[in-house]
Nanobody
Framework: QVQLVESGGGLVQAGASLRLSCVAPGRDITNYPLAWFRQALGKEREFVAAISWIGGRTTYADSVKGRFTISRDNAKNTVSLQMNSLKPEDTAVYYC????????????????????WGQGTQVTVSS
């Protein structure tokens, strides 16, 4: 079992920035594809961004492309999401996910592609 712990959420005004972090305490996630998803109140969980375990491949939802950046620090077992130019529609609980089983070098965008999830961190953007 891999524990994922998110941090960095909060309440900000539209146009502001936030940086989310996700750490896997005591576990080496170097070989795991990682991703961020979000779920707004009353809506389905949706893909935000993903990063491969090798080659630095990234993929983003169209709604965040150009504003959000996913990165990973394998030495610290962390994945981060830099969110700029935040909009009220970015308000959601943000979840970190890890794919802890055999995979290629891709960045995966479906929730079913991941088997480890964090508890989530709330991001609220006011207008």
């Amino acid at each position: 079992q891999v524990q994922l712990v998110e941090s960095g959420g909060g309440l900000v005004q539209a146009g502001a920035s936030l940086r989310l972090s996700c750490v896997a305490p005591g576990r080496d996630i170097t070989n795991y594809p990682l991703a961020w998803f979000r779920q707004a109140l009353g809506k389905e969980r949706e893909f935000v961004a993903a990063i491969s375990w090798i080659g630095g491949r990234t993929t983003y939802a169209d709604s965040v492309k150009g504003r959000f950046t996913i990165s990973r620090d394998n030495a610290k077992n962390t994945v981060s999401l830099q969110m700029n130019s935040l909009k009220p529609e970015d308000t959601a609980v943000y979840y970190c996910a890890a794919r802890g089983y055999s995979s290629g070098g891709g960045a995966y965008s479906r929730p079913i592609d991941y088997n480890y999830w964090g508890q989530g961190t709330q991001v609220t953007v006011s207008s």
